[in-house]
């Protein structure tokens, strides 16, 4: 084979890869495919965080009126049937189970609430000073539901996530006088 010949056989054969179009849609759809998965999912676990939140102060508003009405001291309730009545008021697409953490209790004056921060110096929730006293007739009572969403799309978590664990806390709080409802 002479070299012109050589040199015009590789002129056609550049032409037609210059003109081929097979792959680029295979090599565009790889170079987008990752960052718009990761949008995709980051937008999913979002919108699912701000659906928890919503989900929970509705459910927190919903129960939190069983102690404001003396419904929930009437039948004598515990704190563990406060937490299941929040869980079976939320969504049924949020799971509850071992996630949420409540802390109810009185003052004597709207002055006097003090609302600490129950995420220790490690990033976890600490229930250790938790407690349940939903009051008496009259009595101011807050009333606060914590829930922990595990944060799954990858890099989100060092941005969303506040506590340990790529976790982020999710937390509803109401504050009231209970009715005169007849107690104490």
Do not use: H
């Amino acid at each position: 084979m002479t070299l012109p010949l050589a040199r015009a056989r590789l002129a056609i054969l550049a032409k037609r890869l210059g003109r081929a179009r097979g792959g680029a849609t295979a090599v565009e759809f790889a170079l987008v495919a990752a960052p718009f998965f990761f949008l995709l999912f980051a937008i999913i676990e979002v919108t699912m965080v701000f659906f928890t939140s919503t989900a929970l102060e509705n459910a927190t508003m919903e129960t939190a009126r069983k102690i404001r009405t003396g419904q929930l001291q009437s039948t004598g309730a515990s704190g563990a049937d406060f937490t299941n009545q929040v869980c079976a008021a939320m969504s049924g697409l949020i799971s509850c189970q071992g996630k949420l953490s409540v802390d109810v209790r009185t003052f004597q004056d709207f002055g006097n609430i003090n609302i600490n921060n129950p995420i220790d110096n490690q990033g976890n929730l600490d229930t250790n000073a938790f407690q349940f006293d939903p009051g008496g007739a009259g009595d101011i009572v807050l009333v606060r539901v914590f829930y922990t969403w595990k944060i799954n799309t990858p890099l989100i978590g060092s941005v969303f996530a506040n506590m340990a664990g790529n976790n982020r806390l999710i937390a509803a709080t109401a504050a009231f006088r209970n009715e005169p409802f007849g107690g104490n």
